[in-house]
């Protein structure tokens, strides 16, 4: 059972790395898989000791070790190969979706003159087409290896050509049939194939119900798809259904990930989504636009202040509660933002008409908001023997989490029938846009009341 | 090819199922996935509806369309059915892992007298023995259904097996090998079996270096094993290494994302993680942890401020920018603790030391904070004439951001070291703290500065 890499493992091999102890690297790297191996080129701090632990892998493995680097660091390395090397030990050994991958972030005539120097004309043609589709759609993650036959082909044609692809191809689920324009008719799971009489007629055992995503679609389309409909490998037709290539469940899962961590950013206040080995002004730039807007935020909260200087100036104990109603109206706010984000996400939102959705948000908040309120009240009651800023904290407290909860629920909603991103609304736009209007409830209610009592 | 569910063909099936015309629900649905089928009962309101819509149905399309159903409506559906019916049209039609799910969340008793309804006893032992992990567990997410052989089997031995097995079991991928004590030896791809000659021993073409996961661990190791190696099947091991059963990467689909709503909510503030079709009882109950945290972290902010009431009363324009530098310290801290949190997710956290790592989260803060601090400063200088206000609040907010990302990057580590989950950083714990830490160095510099110019 392979137990995969231990802390101690990763050391020695560090430690064999530095020391360049060749014999060391081999014997510690010989039965890690390159993902383990990626991660102990990306524990080494020095290029020059990455670039000796990779010399010494067998090419494949080399080669495959590059796809789980991270982009910085890979780029780094690939920089100290010729066009020959990578060429031939790094993309002859790799499936065009990896190979691209690889050389994607290349300049475009770096990666016309490492095509050349492929001596399989037909994969660099491959990776070739690949580099030309825009990264957000279905056909920048596809692969183009895969079974292929004709509708007219006999049981032991299928398997002669799964035998003829199957070097280039780890993983293959299913044969695809074709009709004489390349159009996908259907498939045929291995499964299938290998407990089918061996006369049987393709047509009258293939799947033609074919799940299929167009090469122009988002990858994220893609990936809905597949998760979805429980798919292991999804092909991918142009738009007259001719098939191009499939996309595989371990790309997806990327994917997945991808816009997991996308959204997550966007809630915390980064532009982008970067990562404490990004550089510092990679890392600075994502967060100022954020801080920025916040920083907007709250000078136009100190002039809604500074309009009611005169009542602070009376009762200047209404400051000590500015900042629990404005976090408060926040928090309510980007609670409410976050479930209908990912009610959008996955489609609950609209299992409840507009007016009932907000009905519920306004009831939820009505409930969580008497609950804070009569807290905070109790306390002020308590332990302050300030009637008026108790009764005013109480009650602007109250109105400011059905506001905000109601916003939360609207703005989302909003950004999406816009077709803007609607996790944007959990980000700190929301919060700084309930900051400003807790102030002005609270001042209000404080007028009111100060007025009334 | 399939493309799946228009708006149109739900609104008629709706349609169909409430005038309660079951020739026109048959013929509608007919061609549909049961992901399709159900996404139309769950936009269904009325129960009888759906029932209607779902009796309609062929039994092994009935059983699979359950399946992708929310556990709300499944368990309302699941209440109008008697126990044979369950044990017979449902879970017999259904693999071992989709057959627990659907009973999963029934009182035990009921579990055991629906399971002795189930005519096949083997199918019934195998749910029995799912029904006992831990919903966290790897095992709790396996199926027991694999084609599994010894060591001495002919290749001609396998492909029996998988016809075998080829009813229950829709997606094979592999055959597993084991040895007399059913100990996992080896795996042969279905590739690998159809391309060998007939006459080949097992023992020479299996992989014998599979990785697996042991049924007591977390089912998030299991997702992070099939998501490192880009595994399609996963098998499940005892401590002995005794084959149990495996895991498809759909399971693990749904597991990654699990995950990565968790950690939203968390950064949201929601305790768990509710949609919002739940009812308002629960959504109140995830909302109000953190909303009590804030309100207790605003009382302590107001306790603060309280302090320097008579500094307030002097200079109450001080009040103005309270929200401000609180909003601030806030968001800077949980973008630095956002970093952190994927960082530690994907290990790249640990690829600087600790002292490196908040050298280079200072410099940002700092270079981030001064950018804040002069548009701040440039600000009251221009539209202010209060030059002591306009230099405290720039000193304050430059000290705020740079502790605040200190803090925020420090606290998930903290968290991360106790083995408590680190994305509870993010949520409005660490914008609280940072409210009133930003109170504290307000004030401070303020007395300062007024104190000096």
Known sequence: ???????????????????????????????????????????????????????????????????????????KLLNQLSNREIAEKVLENLASDDATDIIQDLPA?????????????????????????????????????????????????????????????????????????????????????????????????????????????????????????????????????????RITIDDVVDVIKEEAEKDYALASGLSENVSSADNLAVVARARLPWLLIGLLGGILGSRIIGQYEEQLQIHPEMAFFIPLIAAMGGNAGVQSSAIMVQGLANQTAFHYSLLRRLLREFLTALLTGAVCATALLSYGLIFTDNFSLAITV???????????????????????????????ATGPFITTSNDILGLFVYFSVGRLMYGTF
């Open 109 to 245: 005539e770096r990666q016309r003159e490492i095509l050349q120097e492929i001596d399989d004309t037909a994969h660099a043609g491959d990776i070739a087409e690949l580099l030309e589709y825009d990264e957000k759609t279905a056909g920048a993650i596809m692969a183009k290896e895969l079974v292929k036959v004709p509708l007219t082909a006999s049981l032991i044609q299928c398997v002669r050509e799964i035998r003829r692809q199957a070097e280039d191809t780890d993983d293959i689920y299913a044969v695809y049939v074709v009709d004489q324009n390349d159009v996908l008719k259907g498939i045929l799971p291995l499964k299938k194939l290998l407990l089918a009489p061996t006369n049987a007629r393709l047509e009258d055992i293939i799947e033609r119900d074919v799940i299929s995503v167009q090469a122009s679609e988002s990858k994220e389309k893609a990936a809905e798809l597949m998760k979805k409909y429980d798919l292991v490998v999804l092909p991918v037709v142009d738009s007259m259904g001719k098939l191009l290539g």
């Open 394 to 424: 109480g009650v602007a407290l109250l109105t400011v989490i059905i506001i905000a909860s109601v916003m939360g629920t609207l703005i989302p909603l909003m950004l999406y029938r816009f077709k803007i991103d609607p996790a944007l």
């Open 1 to 75: 059972m392979a137990s995969g890499l231990t802390k101690e493992k990763i050391h020695d091999l560090k430690w064999a790395a530095e020391a360049r102890d060749a014999d060391k690297v081999r014997a510690l790297s010989a039965d890690l898989h390159p993902e383990d191996l990626a991660e102990v080129v990306e524990a080494l701090q020095d290029l020059e000791d990455a670039s000796f632990l990779l010399s010494l892998l067998p090419e494949e493995t080399f080669a495959e070790t590059l796809t789980f680097l991270d982009d910085t660091q890979r780029d």
